[in-house]
């Protein structure tokens, strides 16, 4: 369909409002919930040792610790997903933001193993839900930096994982773990603080039938922007029709490797927009699996953790693009409903994970445990080569039918 010279998508809002103040505001808030799941993930590699060593619970009762959290972001991420295409992007992270917090605060109190593996699968329940906050960022943003912008919302996730461990690094050896889970909770609560003021996103809103107040979210973009929206009447083409034992734990080891994500982020931003989504999550695949490979034999302990730097930065770069591309293939209709699917998937390694990796190396496994992990990355940099779409430079889609239509249009 051909627009008139008289009106405009919201693309062509974005793009003609620009990335001023309004999406640094979106930025710093959805920021601070990628913040907040970073902590409640990072400290999973504190508590379970601690708690191990307190209750005198087996490795596999350990393992189950950070099991549960992952089975609860598997359902999470579906179920919010859900929650945010009906019934709004902001209400589904408002209820994700409370039972995080809450429970995360809980469940430094717990009494004993039980308690504990309840609250922490609530928490992972909660923290289904940042799929939500990126999917609500992203569409905040112009089409021709989006990419850019959206490896500086990654960046949030590794200040994040920095905190926690410099939090643990500090509170552990005096406080214990009980303070780590509470103080760890406190960040998700500034969610709630300023929930009341947060905008809801255009797209979502014109796709719901609901133009006025789409047009509203757009100048108010416009007013602290300090721009214009473009002349004419709004055309939202395919929107406007109502229908995501030991505590032997080096905390300086893990404070210095969580900075490998630094380096990880800047090769994001550089590849994101140059190499595409597809080319640059399979380049990292392949690198990962050469920096694990030579980890199948006895190394020196420096020529180790130099070599798990190396993985870590790759592994870095899969994770932040994914989450880029992720959003872009699925429309407004559905994008964090598709996003909360595929969330849930990849949770489904991480239930997996602490019980076979945990397992081996406590049995003396450890190039089994490698070789493990080098088949996943392997598979996985070749099944990215094979995605049928590439996102980089291209417009949200709005409407299955409108991707349909574009695809056809490029085949």
């Not at 809103?205 to 007013?223: D, F, P, Q, S």
Request: aromatic share 12%; hydrophobic share 45%; proline share 4%.
């Amino acid at each position: 369909m051909t627009m008139g010279d008289d009106e405009y998508t919201v693309d062509d809002a974005l793009v003609s409002l620009g990335f001023g103040k309004f999406q640094i505001l979106v930025l710093v808030y959805a920021g601070i919930g990628w913040i907040s799941e970073a902590m409640e993930m990072m400290l999973l590699s504190f508590v379970g040792p601690a708690v191990r060593s307190a209750w005198n619970l087996s490795s596999h009762e350990e393992s189950f610790i950070t099991s549960v959290v992952f089975a609860g972001m598997l359902i999470g991420a579906y179920s919010w997903g859900i929650v945010s295409d009906q019934h709004g992007r902001r209400k589904g992270f408002l209820i994700t933001a409370i039972l995080t917090s809450t429970s995360g605060f809980l469940s430094a109190f717990s009494p004993n193993y039980f308690s504990l593996l309840l609250f922490r699968s609530l928490v992972g329940l909660g923290l289904g839900g940042g799929p939500v906050l990126s999917s609500w960022f992203l569409e905040f943003v112009p089409p021709t930096n989006r990419g850019t912008w959206m490896v500086i919302f990654s960046a949030f996730w590794t200040l994040g994982t920095i905190f926690e461990a410099s939090l643990a690094w500090i509170v552990m050896p005096t406080l214990g773990w009980r303070w780590l889970l509470a103080l760890s909770s406190l960040p998700t609560s500034f969610l709630l603080l300023f929930y009341k003021i947060t905008p809801e996103s255009p797209r979502y809103l014109c796709l719901k039938g609901r133009t006025a107040e789409a047009v509203h979210v757009l100048e108010t973009i416009a007013t602290l922007n300090g721009t214009k929206l473009p002349s004419g009447q709004p055309f939202y083409y395919g929107q406007c029709f109502s229908t995501d034992k030991s505590q032997d734990i080096s905390y300086k080891g893990v404070f210095i490797a969580s900075f490998a994500e630094l380096p990880g982020l800047l090769l994001s931003a550089v590849a994101v927009d140059k190499l595409g989504r597809k080319l640059s999550m399979s380049i990292m695949f392949f690198m990962c699996c050469i920096f694990l490979l030579p980890l199948t034999f006895y190394l020196p302990q420096d020529l180790t953790t130099g070599l798990l730097f190396g993985a870590r930065i790759c592994i870095t770069v899969t994770f932040t693009v994914v989450y880029i591309y992720a959003p872009e293939i699925y429309p407004t209709s559905v994008r964090t409903t598709g996003v909360g699917v595929a969330s849930s998937v990849g949770r489904i390694g991480g239930m997996l994970c602490p019980l076979v990796a945990v397992g081996l190396v406590h049995g003396c496994h450890q190039t089994i445990a490698v070789l493990l992990f080098e088949i996943v990355a392997l598979v996985s940099g070749i099944c990215v080569m094979f995605f049928p779409f590439e996102t980089m430079g291209q417009e949200l889609q709005d409407t299955v039918s409108s991707v349909k239509h574009t695809d056809n249009a490029q085949t």
